[in-house]
């Protein structure tokens, strides 16, 4: 079975696109700019980088508006956020069966806070945010840290997300990967594993040699 998990944060345990789309466009707002959400969510779901980088060139606008964002961002309550279906079960029984998990997020310390808020700390053996200032995903130093620091043998080792940063990742340090498609994200890299539910996953993590 999965000894090691490696998890992504957003859009793949926790559902924070919703209110991330909302800090967005209140950022744009304030810059006297009117914004569809559905077009804020298409960048988005690339990257929080692509997205800035996207709309500050079209609008050209400053820093401020990064800065703004990013404080809408990290005071988003805990309690607007929810975790996928089935995200509290399958991490609690992962750890019951002696499995151990892992983020790594490109979002900063309000992972802890969401985690915190839905008594999920303790499923996790360690949380790599980006405070710890390794290169941005599809970059695999990370997860090579990870790898190193917890000897982790790479046949029981797996790595889920919902995007391509992590199936790259998981290629270029010989991890078998998961795409978990919880937003209708185009995926140009195939993954070793392909689900629509976390209920899903337990066949994976069970059965796999």
Same mark, same amino acid.
């Given at each position: ?11 793949? +345990?926790?559902?924070?696109?919703? &209110?991330?789309?909302k800090a967005? !466009? %209140?950022? +744009?707002?304030?810059n ?7 077009? @804020? *969510? ?10 800035i &980088?996207h709309? !500050?060139?079209l ?5 401020? $508006?990064?800065i ?8 988003? %309550?805990?309690?607007?956020?929810k975790? $996928? ?13 002696? =499995? /151990?998990?892992? @983020? ?6 309000s ?11 303790? #499923?996790?053996t &360690? ?9 941005? %995903?599809?970059?695999?130093?990370a997860?090579?840290? *990870?790898? &190193? ?6 046949? !029981?080792?797996?790595? @889920? ?11 270029? =340090?010989?991890? /078998?990967? #998961? +795409? ?7 995926s140009?890299? !195939?993954?070793? $594993?392909? @689900? ?5 996953l ?5 059965f796999? %040699?």
């Open positions: 079975m999965i000894k090691d998990i490696i998890w992504d944060f957003d859009g793949t +345990l926790f559902d924070t696109y919703p &209110e991330t789309v967005f !466009k %209140k950022s +744009l707002s304030d006297g700019i009117v914004e569809d959400m559905k077009n @804020i *969510l298409n960048y988005l779901k690339v990257s929080d980088g692509f997205a &980088e709309f !500050k060139q609008y050209e606008l400053d820093d401020s $508006f990064i703004k964002y990013n404080f809408y961002k990290n005071n988003i %309550k805990p309690e607007m956020v975790p $996928f279906p089935f995200t509290i079960e399958i991490l609690k029984e992962l750890t019951k069966m002696g =499995c /151990r998990n892992y @983020i790594i997020t490109h979002r900063g310390d992972t802890l806070k969401f985690l915190k808020h839905y008594n999920l700390l303790e #499923c996790f &360690e949380i790599i945010t980006k405070k710890y200032g390794f290169k941005r %995903k599809p970059d695999p130093e997860f090579i840290y *990870l790898i &190193e620091k917890y000897k982790m043998n790479k046949s !029981k080792t797996l790595i @889920i997300g919902d995007r391509d940063y992590e199936i790259l990742a998981g290629k270029a =340090c010989g991890i /078998r990967t #998961c +795409l978990y498609d919880t937003n209708n994200i185009s140009k890299e !195939k993954p070793d $594993f392909y @689900i629509t539910s976390l209920k899903n337990m066949d994976i993590a069970k796999q %040699k």
